[in-house]
């Protein structure tokens, strides 16, 4: 299917000392994209875990590009310089990789798009006057997540506007798409945060929560008929499927349900929809963005054509029987194939868009132009026999 998965231990020069991890999973054309956090603990495994959820958001996207992840060790709330140091200095180790596109980062938990711009430019790596221009990637995940609920919840028969929801983590991703629920009338029972969880069976007031204080391990737990997990990977697992009480699950972190915890919950009955599904709206928005396109188009996409999708392949894997994961794994990895091959041997007309695309890039095409013509484009992003 792709590459051999490769992972690169990065050290300072000098002193050894270790400042992150670049987990690429997959390539095309010998390139691959992901994001850069940062995390005081971020880890190796969960980098490639975090790796082969892109390749697989990629292939289910239809979009040509390899899957990656990297991590920097580093805290978040440092502050402006200290972030701009960490990085500064993971991308001085990593430049090669950098000056290759081999590794194309975008912002992560803990990075925003300016920073990753400002860290290529203080190692050389030149930046394109059209990339990094958003700063809206919590919002478009936070679209793609809410919409796979309503997808789901649709299936499931049930009513958004009567639902319940749990929503575990309330960061960049969280806090819109609580917004997001109750915008469309369901109630927000409860959050977790970093200082701990919140919950009120009448609903929160999600511009500022109160409500009764619950461990976040309580989370999961609570009466709700929708479950998000929006925090860290792997804060749903099989000793945990018990106590989930929801009928519907949207990932908006990545691998935050084991494959082990996705497969009980199917066997019950609860509908999961994975991360790579659910929470691609950060790439989706993000490319659509480089195209020219409006916040207002975009989110009109995720409720149009995105949903109806996501709904088909659901349907679709209770009509077979096949677990919803390993359906979608099936058809993200037979599209990144598609994909690779594609782009990899390009046709005359393959050859024309990618110098089209270059020239876009260079600030040579009008935006108006590409928005136009990407319509078409983005309308066959969607899984062929989903629609």
Same mark, same amino acid.
């Given at each position: 299917?792709?590459?051999?998965?490769?992972?690169?231990?990065? =050290?300072?020069?000098?002193?050894?000392?270790?400042?992150?991890?670049?987990?690429?999973?997959?390539?095309?054309?010998?390139?691959?994209?992901?994001?850069?956090?940062?995390?005081?603990? +971020?880890?190796?495994?969960?980098?490639?875990?975090?790796?082969?959820?892109?390749?697989?958001?990629?292939?289910?996207?239809?979009?040509?590009?390899?899957?990656?992840?990297?991590?920097?060790?580093?805290?978040?709330?440092?502050?402006? =310089?200290?972030?701009?140091?960490?990085?500064?200095?993971? #991308?001085?180790?990593?430049?090669?990789?950098?000056?290759?596109?081999?590794?194309?980062?975008?912002?992560?938990?803990?990075?925003?798009?300016?920073?990753? @711009?400002?860290?290529?430019?203080?190692?050389? +790596?030149?930046?394109?006057?059209?990339?990094y221009r958003g700063d809206r990637s919590g919002d478009y995940t936070a679209a793609t997540v809410f919409e796979a609920a309503r997808a789901a919840a649709a299936v499931r028969g049930l009513t958004l506007s009567e639902c319940k929801v749990a929503i575990e983590g309330f960061g960049k991703v969280g806090r819109p798409l609580a917004g997001m629920f109750v915008g469309a009338g369901a109630r927000v029972v409860a959050i977790s945060t970093s200082f701990g969880g919140l919950y009120?069976?009448?609903?929160?007031?999600?511009?500022?929560?109160?409500?009764?204080?619950?461990?976040?391990?309580?989370?999961?737990?609570?009466?709700?008929?929708?479950?998000? %997990?929006?925090?860290?990977?792997?804060? +749903? @697992?099989?000793?945990?499927?018990?106590?989930?009480?929801?009928?519907?699950?949207?990932?908006?972190?990545?691998?935050?349900?084991?494959?082990?915890?996705?497969?009980?919950?199917?066997?019950?009955?609860?509908?999961?929809?994975?991360?790579? +599904?659910?929470?691609?709206?950060?790439?989706?928005?993000?490319?659509? =963005?480089?195209?020219?396109?409006? %916040?207002?188009?975009?989110?009109?996409?995720?409720?149009?054509?995105?949903?109806?999708?996501?709904?088909?392949?659901?349907?679709?894997?209770? #009509?077979?029987?096949?677990?919803?994961?390993?359906? #979608?794994?099936?058809?993200?990895?037979?599209?990144?194939?598609?994909?690779?091959?594609? #782009? =990899?041997?390009?046709?005359?007309?393959?050859?024309?868009?990618?110098?089209?695309?270059?020239?876009?890039?260079?600030?040579?095409?009008?935006?108006?132009?590409?928005?136009?013509?990407?319509?078409?484009?983005?309308?066959?992003?969607?899984?062929?026999?989903? @629609?």
């Amino acid at each position: 299917m792709s590459d051999a998965p490769r992972t690169i231990v990065v =050290e300072e020069a000098g002193s050894g000392a270790l400042l992150g991890f670049v987990a690429i999973d997959s390539t095309i054309g010998g390139r691959a994209r992901g994001g850069l956090r940062m995390m005081p603990d +971020v880890s190796q495994d969960e980098l490639e875990k975090l790796a082969r959820a892109m390749t697989l958001k990629y292939g289910f996207l239809g979009l040509p590009q390899g899957g990656a992840k990297a991590g920097v060790l580093g805290d978040p709330e440092c502050g402006a =310089e200290g972030r701009a140091a960490a990085l500064h200095r993971f #991308a001085k180790a990593i430049r090669p990789l950098l000056e290759r596109r081999e590794y194309v980062p975008d912002s992560d938990m803990g990075t925003r798009g300016a920073e990753i @711009q400002r860290m290529l430019e203080s190692v050389g +790596v030149p930046v394109s006057r059209r990339e990094y221009r958003g700063d809206r990637s919590g919002d478009y995940t936070a679209a793609t997540v809410f919409e796979a609920a309503r997808a789901a919840a649709a299936v499931r028969g049930l009513t958004l506007s009567e639902c319940k929801v749990a929503i575990e983590g309330f960061g960049k991703v969280g806090r819109p798409l609580a917004g997001m629920f109750v915008g469309a009338g369901a109630r927000v029972v409860a959050i977790s945060t970093s200082f701990g969880g919140l919950y009120d069976p009448r609903g929160l007031d999600v511009g500022r929560p109160g409500g009764e204080k619950i461990e976040n391990s309580r989370l999961k737990e609570i009466p709700a008929d929708i479950f998000c %997990p929006c925090a860290r990977h792997d804060s +749903v @697992q099989a000793s945990d499927v018990a106590r989930v009480s929801a009928t519907v699950v949207s990932c908006g972190a990545n691998s935050p349900v084991t494959p082990q915890a996705e497969e009980l919950l199917w066997r019950r009955g609860t509908l999961c929809v994975p991360d790579f +599904v659910a929470n691609c709206g950060g790439v989706l928005g993000g490319t659509m =963005e480089f195209c020219g396109w409006r %916040p207002e188009q975009i989110f009109a996409f995720c409720a149009g054509p995105f949903r109806t999708a996501v709904e088909g392949l659901i349907r679709r894997a209770l #009509a077979t029987g096949k677990p919803l994961r390993e359906l #979608a794994e099936e058809v993200a990895l037979l599209r990144f194939d598609q994909a690779k091959r594609k #782009a =990899e041997r390009p046709s005359a007309a393959g050859r024309c868009f990618s110098a089209g695309i270059a020239l876009y890039r260079a600030g040579w095409v009008p935006a108006q132009l590409v928005r136009r013509v990407s319509k078409g484009y983005f309308d066959g992003r969607m899984p062929d026999g989903l @629609q």
